[in-house]
């Protein structure tokens, strides 16, 4: 997917956002600090344009900025749907697998260590998204870095038309676990949308709403995969850290296993879609094309005297 295209794709998702928004009588709140941070940065991207390195990694903040913010409002505006919920056909997948998902969250309970980890783990996506535009960015792995960005546009469209036809309310509901504040919040939110009485959103107080499939599954898999060729002392801290994240999904009590199926099976899907985008090269053999696309030569050709 090429950057053109999938900018387009960003604009789209939140011109569509926000007209559906509008269209709804939904009333948006607390836009100015995302909006000025979205300005600062393509600002900063215009004033470091030729800088390919910092030209690439604002380019990508830019890009993943806008993207969450309108992946969120769509999320609530498809979590107006009437439709069934579907947690009991998930728990039903869950045990036929043999999996009892409270029997994970009371284990978690006896070890509070793991619990703390998992629980940082669970909250770590936003930071390592950074870091690894930051790391891809900044040392010219053009390629890479697209990809993660065209993966996460592309999954998160096919999560919001599957989150619309099969929306669920998450095992904490279904099981009656104790849910914790930030799930009480969500539990307001989404039932407030199903029931038609919700008509403000704010980006302060945004609930991530999709449950099935599990976005966090996703987004784990494809921040692993962004940096799986880099050293391993990089490689392998990711592997483990986006498998805790896998893990922490139902340890938290959000995901049932076969919502973590689901998200592993759309990421490969994803994958295997954008298979030809990525063509690996090394951070100094990519600087120095764009260096060189710059100064109107080839980086493989010798400049001719």
């Given amino acids: 997917m090429s950057n053109r295209f999938r900018w387009a794709l960003i604009f789209g998702m939140a011109v569509v956002a926000a007209s559906g928004a509008a269209t709804r009588g939904i ?3 607390e836009t100015t600090l995302p909006l000025a941070l979205v300005a600062l940065v393509c600002g900063a991207a ?37 439709r069934p919920l579907i947690d009991n056909q998930l728990a039903a997948f869950d045990r036929m697998l043999g999996f009892h998902l409270p029997a994970l ?39 890479p870095l697209e990809t993660f960005l065209s993966r996460m546009v592309l999954a998160a469209l096919a999560t919001l038309v599957l989150f619309a036809f099969f929306p669920a309310e998450g095992p904490f509901g279904k099981y009656g676990l104790a849910p914790s504040v930030v799930q009480q919040h969500y539990l307001e939110h989404f039932y407030g ?29 494809f921040l692993f995969l962004a940096v799986r060729r880099r050293r391993w002392w ?40 954008t298979a030809s985008d990525l063509e690996e090269r090394s951070p100094r053999r990519t600087i120095s094309g764009a260096q060189s696309h710059r100064m109107g030569t080839s980086p493989e050709t010798p400049r001719e005297t």
């Fill in 27 to 29: 009333a948006v709140r």
């Fill in 193 to 221: 949308l199903r029931g038609g009485g919700w008509r403000q959103f704010s980006f302060a107080d945004a609930e991530g709403l999709v449950t099935f499939p599990s976005f966090h599954t996703v987004w784990a898999i």
């Fill in 46 to 82: 215009y004033g470091f344009r030729r800088e390919p390195a910092f030209t690439l990694s604002l380019n990508a903040l830019a890009q993943i900025s806008i993207f969450s913010m309108a992946f969120v409002l769509l999320t609530y505006l498809v979590a107006e749907s009437s």
């Fill in 234 to 273: 990089i490689a392998v801290p990711a592997a483990v850290l986006n498998a805790a994240v896998i893990l922490s999904t139902m340890t938290t009590g959000w995901h049932y296993l076969a919502d973590v199926s689901a998200g592993a099976a759309l990421a490969a899907v994803i994958c295997l879609a």
């Fill in 105 to 143: 969250v009371a284990w978690r309970n006896v070890h509070p260590w793991i619990g703390g980890f998992l629980q940082a783990a669970y909250n770590s996506l936003l930071p390592q998204t950074a870091l690894v535009i930051a790391l891809l960015g900044l040392t010219g792995d053009r390629k």
